[in-house]
């Protein structure tokens, strides 16, 4: 018994499943899995297939020894190609990467990201990568030994012919090793990287040495050649000199002693420092015999201007400070200030309506006369005391933009406005509702936006909005009409809210001067009437000189005298109807003078429609409604009775709605045709016939005014001296938007060929914001987004053009801009020997230049800063150097068949990678 119990401890079962045969299965089931085995070899790669195309990717998820990897397949996808990729008998037996190794066409590719640099160290366009996952990191020798075993294993096993690497050190090492196995061969792919370069590794020579004893090691064959293709790397960031600097236009006008009037109407554009932060060049030999060639410590024929190619990439600073994007953010957040004129300008601010210091204001000046008289000077002196709004505005800038805004103040003004029309006539701004190009509320929001940004923010525009205000007042109380705007109604369909109160001020004051006028002339001409009308001034509504002249000559018929009674005499009458008669009396139709519409604004119209909603539906609201309604309607029937004695409700009719009158057979005894009104005017007691009924025949001027000037008037300017300082610039934002999309869309760049169609679209989303009386800020916040990443765009375009290319426009030109914002490495057409190429080596010597300069006035030992220019290289040391050494030799011994080797080399300044791609023959020992 004891003899047996001894055998069971020492017995161990051997067909129990490890771990480690476990993970081997599962990495040959995904392999069988991704259909990998006895894949063809294929055609050759084409220049840049490694960029161009697309790289297809799979992973899976392993574990081995309580860690977990990321198996991961990747492939480069050609288009499918007819090529019959069978080969021919006499070619050498060589597996895809092996081919790929040898392969020149997509050197020094630029594939950094996901275990895509795999691709640029050994140069194949398909293998497996094991990964270790969740940022864990493969050290332990011993573990990698495994786990490289494993994968060897497994691919052998599968028949796989595709290189398999696994991740090694810590993972911003990018440290890769591998095998590939098949066909009688084993490639070895190999890496070092260190921190610290060894001396003898810095140049080609010591580099060709170390290549050739690792692939002649043991096979006693001696290596005739060694292809080398190398590329050298010259970073240019220090734009020391202003020349190659695309500087931005200089906006800061407003701050140095002289005011540039001629900006005062524009918005900048550009970035306030250069968005190219880099300018990297390569320089490529694309293949070349080690014997013709020498790169050594004391000499070297890889000079930049003799390479074959030069290639060119830049890198953008990612978010660069532009002038238009910092105008429209600065005004976007002064939207939301909900300070009052009191609390940024102290109590002189609130707006005194008193005549003597209005007279005292900023803005008296502008309208006044040149040669101003004592009392006025003597009135403002008194005043200044009293009334003096201080801000951040100094005299001296502030004067020359209210003459900015206010041209018809200044006789010699060299900015007066063009003929303003309605609507902007050019059709790619129609639906943006904001107003005239270079209108005043186009020249004041562009204005204040510049101080806003450069003058004060929210104080500055307090202060030039306290000024404006004060000079609309002023112009209201004089009669001087408001330039920049029109004399028309508010056009409340296609300008903004503030165009429209402007407008609105217009019309009152042209209201205004008519009546003052022809109270003045009814004054002198009707002397019997002057108590009478001195009375009305204020209530009633006065014509013009052309209707006195009529009711004069009217009145003077000694026919009218004798026809109609004194109490009933025509008055009022425009002109004679060309061919309607009274329906009963037979008379002509004098057409009447009526009192015109009654202009109103945006929000006055909205407010009228609230109201009417508000009055319900009953009888009462009806009649309230219509009484509202019918008060234009009631004046012209006053109008018509009074220029028509005898007129009845079908003559009105058939002048005022034709379409309610309808036409009968035959003509009545005065000739015309015969008709009757409509159904809807036949009602009993609508209202138009009981409008007929009340109305009495007053002529226009002797009614009362449908539209009050001075109540409109004084309205307008509590509705613009009320607003807080966002709710101002709410006002102005609109046009300030539309002001900035124009400046955008005045940029031509032919290397942006998308820059039309973006800026269309930016038009339809301002075109939907500006559509609303309440302006809703998140769609001009993205508004002002797009408008900061075109000019961002269009900045570093502009900047290239200026560092590359000067005044060339060439389609060739172009082209090569437009791959470079692309951010894609572009080759530079004729290389050094072309103008770009010129250029570019022009900024490397004035780089070097600067810097030699500086480091001359720093060191006084050494000699002459003008013996030392003469020294000084073209182009700096190379920020990395890039080899690739290839041969074909027969390995591990001469009898062996001749296999391809492949050594990638990375030298930069404070480290080098080695990746070896080392082939042996397994049937040929």
Request: glycine share 4%; charged share 25%.
């Amino acid at each position: 018994m004891h003899h047996v119990e001894i055998e069971d401890f020492y017995h161990h079962d051997f067909t129990t499943v490890s771990e480690w045969e476990v993970f081997i299965a599962r990495i040959e089931e995904l392999i069988h899995e991704w259909k990998l085995p006895h894949m063809k070899v294929t055609n050759s790669l084409k220049p840049g297939d490694f960029i161009n195309c697309q790289w297809h990717e799979t992973s899976e998820k392993l574990n081995f020894a309580d860690v977990e990897f990321l198996l991961k397949h990747y492939k480069l996808e050609k288009e499918s190609e007819n090529e019959d990729a069978a080969k021919e008998e006499n070619e050498e037996e060589w597996i895809q990467c092996q081919k790929d190794a040898l392969d020149i066409s997509n050197d020094f590719v630029k594939l950094n990201d996901n275990c895509m640099e795999i691709a640029r160290y050994y140069g194949v366009r398909e293998f497996l990568v094991l990964i270790p996952a969740r940022k864990a990191s493969l050290t332990d020798e011993t573990r990698i030994k495994i786990v490289l075993s494993s994968l060897t294993i497994a691919a052998n096993n599968a028949n796989c012919y595709i290189p398999i690497l696994v991740q090694i050190q810590e993972l911003w090492q990018k440290m890769y090793l591998g095998c590939c196995a098949g066909k009688g061969t084993c490639v070895n792919l190999d890496m070092v990287h260190l921190k610290k370069v060894p001396p003898h590794c810095r140049y080609l020579t010591g580099l060709l040495t170390l290549f050739k004893q690792k692939i002649g090691e043991g096979c006693g064959v001696k290596i005739d050649s060694v292809m080398v293709s190398a590329r050298f790397s010259y970073l240019l960031k220090d734009w020391t000199n202003s020349t190659w600097t695309q500087e931005p236009p200089d906006f800061d006008f407003m701050q140095g002693e002289t005011l540039g009037v001629a900006e005062l109407g524009k918005l900048p554009f550009g970035a306030t420092f250069d968005p190219v932060r880099e300018l990297h060049l390569f320089v490529t030999w694309p293949q070349m015999s080690d014997n013709v060639v020498v790169d050594s410590e004391g000499y070297s024929d890889l000079e930049p201007q003799l390479a074959p190619e030069w290639s060119l990439q830049v890198k953008m600073v990612a978010l660069p400070a532009c002038l238009l994007g910092e105008y429209m953010s600065d005004f976007l957040h002064l939207c939301n200030n909900q300070k009052t004129m009191v609390e940024l300008l102290g109590e002189n601010a609130s707006y005194i309506h008193d005549d003597e210091q209005m007279l005292s204001s900023a803005f008296s000046v502008l309208t006044e006369s040149r040669i101003p008289t004592i009392s006025a000077v003597v009135g403002r002196a008194n005043t200044k005391k009293n009334k003096n709004i201080e801000g951040p505005i100094s005299e001296e800038i502030l004067l020359p933009i209210l003459y900015f805004l206010f041209p018809d103040a200044d006789e010699n003004s060299k900015f007066p406005y063009n003929d303003i029309v309605p609507i902007v006539e050019d059709d790619q701004w129609k639906g943006v509702k904001t107003c005239t190009m270079d209108s005043l509320v186009w020249r004041l929001s562009v204005v204040a936006a510049h101080c806003t940004h450069n003058l004060g923010g929210a104080t500055a525009l307090a202060q030039l909005w306290h000024e404006f205000v004060q000079e609309i007042r002023f112009r209201w109380e004089k009669n001087i009409l408001i330039p920049g705007v029109g004399p028309d109604f508010p056009d409340s369909v296609r300008t903004c809210l503030l165009h429209q109160k402007l407008q609105m001020m217009n019309c009152c004051i042209t209201r205004k001067k008519t009546r003052e006028e022809n109270a003045h002339r009814i004054q002198s001409m009707e002397i019997d009437d002057v108590d009478e009308t001195e009375s009305e001034d204020d209530e009633f509504f006065e014509c013009t000189s052309e209707e006195l002249t009529n009711e004069e000559l009217t009145s003077t018929k000694p026919q009218l005298k004798a026809k109609h009674l004194l109490w009933n005499k025509p008055a009022g009458r425009l002109a004679k109807h060309p061919s309607l008669r009274l329906i009963q009396t037979g008379d002509p139709l004098y057409l009447p003078i009526t009192q015109d519409p009654v202009p109103k604004t945006e929000d006055q119209l909205e407010e009228d429609a609230q109201v009417m909603m508000q009055l319900g539906t009953d009888k009462y609201a009806s009649e309230m409604r219509a009484r509202m309604m019918s008060a234009s309607l009631l004046s012209d029937m006053e109008s018509f009775k009074a220029a028509n004695p005898g007129a009845v409700l079908e003559d009105f009719i058939r002048w005022y709605s034709p379409r309610d009158w309808i036409d009968e057979e035959g003509v009545d005894e005065w000739g015309q045709g015969k008709g009757h009104l409509s159904p809807r005017m036949m009602i009993t007691d609508n209202p138009w016939s009981t409008t007929w009924t009340s109305a009495q025949p007053v002529p226009a001027h002797r009614q009362k005014r449908l539209f009050d000037d001075t109540r409109e008037a004084e309205k307008a300017l509590h509705y613009l001296c009320s607003k807080r300082i966002g709710q101002v610039a709410q006002l102005l934002l609109p046009t300030l938007t539309h002001a900035a999309l124009y400046t955008l869309g005045l940029q031509k760049q032919e290397a942006l060929p998308s820059l039309p169609d973006v800026a269309q679209s930016i038009l339809n989303k301002l075109q939907y914001a500006t559509k609303p009386i309440h302006q809703k800020l998140q769609l001009y916040e993205e508004i002002t987004r797009d408008i900061e990443s075109v000019e961002a765009l269009v900045a570093q375009v502009n900047s290239l053009q200026h560092k590359l290319g000067g005044n060339n426009d060439s389609k060739e030109f172009t082209s090569f801009l437009i791959q470079l914002m692309r951010g894609k490495e572009v080759s530079v057409p004729g290389g050094s020997r072309g103008d770009i190429g010129a250029r570019i080596t022009t900024m490397f010597r004035d780089a070097q230049k600067a810097a030699h300069m500086m480091t001359s006035v720093s060191n006084i030992n050494k000699d002459t800063i003008n013996t030392q220019d003469s020294r000084y290289k073209i182009f700096p040391e190379p920020s990395c150097k890039e080899f690739i050494l290839r041969a074909i030799i027969p390995r591990p011994s001469p009898s062996s068949t001749p296999q391809p080797q492949r050594l990638y080399v990375c030298l930069k300044r404070d480290h080098i990678r080695l990746a070896g791609f080392f082939s042996e023959d397994t049937t040929f020992l």
